[in-house]
């Protein structure tokens, strides 16, 4: 399997609406209008990992993050706080973070975002 090649910046091509809706992940919007789509370029549902695209629009939302996750931003500003710890991190252009299974996270986007991800999830998605 090859997997593509992303650098900030790069047109990640096209993406799907992706809607709030997940009842596992118990989404509530803080703040705007937030939308996000995206794209899995590989694995998935009935996967234990998954990899792909992700975009937000401006707005701020919280949520539990699904698997443990390592992503990379390829465009955008946004604050991103973790409900257990309080740490918040501001993550740009070229900054990779790493989100464990289960987090409870506020998402706060500044400046549309666009990320690739890379998850895994021992029980499956």
């Given at each position: 399997?090859?997997?593509?090649?992303?650098?900030?910046?790069?047109?990640?091509?096209?993406?799907?609406?992706?809607?709030?809706?997940?009842?596992?992940?118990?989404?509530?919007?803080?703040?705007?209008?937030?939308?996000?789509?995206?794209?899995?370029?590989?694995?998935?549902?009935?996967?234990?990992?998954?990899?792909?695209i992700w975009r937000c629009t401006v707005g701020a939302f919280e949520c539990t993050e699904q698997g443990d996750?390592?992503?990379?931003?390829?465009?955008?500003?946004?604050?991103?706080?973790?409900?257990?710890?309080?740490?918040?991190?501001?993550?740009?252009?070229?900054?990779?973070?790493?989100?464990?299974?289960?987090?409870?996270?506020t998402w706060d986007v500044r400046e549309e975002l666009t990320k690739v991800f890379f998850g895994h999830k021992?029980?499956?998605?």
């Amino acid at each position: 399997m090859t997997f593509p090649k992303y650098r900030p910046g790069d047109d990640v091509g096209p993406l799907e609406h992706w809607p709030f809706d997940n009842p596992a992940s118990d989404y509530r919007i803080i703040s705007g209008t937030p939308e996000t789509s995206g794209r899995m370029d590989a694995g998935g549902s009935g996967h234990t990992t998954r990899f792909g695209i992700w975009r937000c629009t401006v707005g701020a939302f919280e949520c539990t993050e699904q698997g443990d996750e390592l992503m990379t931003i390829l465009s955008g500003t946004c604050r991103l706080t973790d409900h257990a710890t309080r740490q918040t991190v501001t993550l740009q252009t070229g900054d990779s973070y790493f989100v464990h299974d289960n987090t409870r996270v506020t998402w706060d986007v500044r400046e549309e975002l666009t990320k690739v991800f890379f998850g895994h999830k021992a029980t499956g998605y």
